[in-house]
């Protein structure tokens, strides 16, 4: 998958084009069984008079892996916060970055590589948010597996979901004091029957991939272990990213996005339900297949999920120089080209688009269930 366009998006952490692949397959498995149209939610409305416009970038259409777009909207949350949200339309084959470089929006859902690579290329690109505090990119083995950590694929055959995940997994290898050499790699794709059949026959004994990956073998009956490096599998997916003029001048309307979204991201948190019947309604396209849409929500709020429910979005330093150091023996970063993460990351508005009524958000949900 490509992060940071350009570059292999394996040799990298994969996470906006991997949700991006997720939310496509997530609509392709259902295609066609019905012709329900979905209304575009999340994608902004005019937040009643005197709204903030605030145009924004995601890796993907309105989906349920975003569901607090949708719930801010549903529940009335960006009104509440006087924003207007206007979602740019997701281009794969243009970064997240520059959608910030262009002026075509005023935040960005980007990937940590994306934003690190950047700014060592003299961009002044940072994060002020971060809503995912999971890698989904990694290396999985069956539930069963006798391989209990990355160390025992010494000697086993790694499926890959493409020729470019040979960087990611070199770069784990590496970590884990594992030569490359020792490991043989078979490209098998994507399909989930396909995998499932080859770790069945035993033609591969681990897979690397994305949670996109990992959502298609589950559909198959196939139970997975993750053996990701732990400090691997921290590293954020989709840190929201800003110039530091448009913060300097649209501070007031961001602020009030985010804390739209943060109570959008709680929700999730803790009424499921009310996530799944808001995104029923805004992404049918989503559920025409009951297990990929299930799966889906499932894997959204799971990633979703902050180490601190008081400071949803928080900036974690060391899972950024983790990235660096992932970038770097990769080969997709020159040791001489490193940044410093510090300055990087901003976080002065995490306490700030914190600070509302968490039992207020939780009754708002609790009204919008009962209808």
Known sequence: MIGFKGVPRSA????????????????????GCGDDDDDGGGGGGDGGGGSQEVVYNLPTPPSTLFYPALVAE????????????????AAEEISATAFLDNGDADVSFADVDEIILARSKGGEHQAIFSPQHTNTAGIVVPEDSDIQDISGVAGQTVGLESEESTRFLA?????????PDDVETA???????????????????????NASDFTALSANDVALRNITPENVGRIDGNPLAVLPDTLAEKRE??????????KGQYVGQVNREVVEQISREKVPAEWRNEVSGEAALDLAISLMEPDDPDRIGDLRPDVWDTGQDVLVRAGVLEEGDTIDVQEALNDELIEEINDWDRAEVEAAAEEYAGG
């Open 12 to 31: 990298s952490f994969g996470f906006r084009a991997g949700l991006a692949v997720m939310a496509a397959a997530v609509m392709a498995i259902g295609a």
């Open 171 to 179: 770069a784990m290898l590496d970590e884990a004091g594992i030569n």
């Open 187 to 209: 490209v098998v794709g994507t399909s989930g029957p396909l995998i499932a059949q080859t770790l069945e026959d035993g033609e591969i004994q681990a897979y690397v991939g």
């Open 74 to 89: 549903e529940l009335g949350f960006f009104e509440e916060e006087g924003v207007s949200p206007d979602l740019a339309p």
């Open 253 to 262: 309307a961001i602020v009030g996005f985010l804390r739209a979204w943060t």
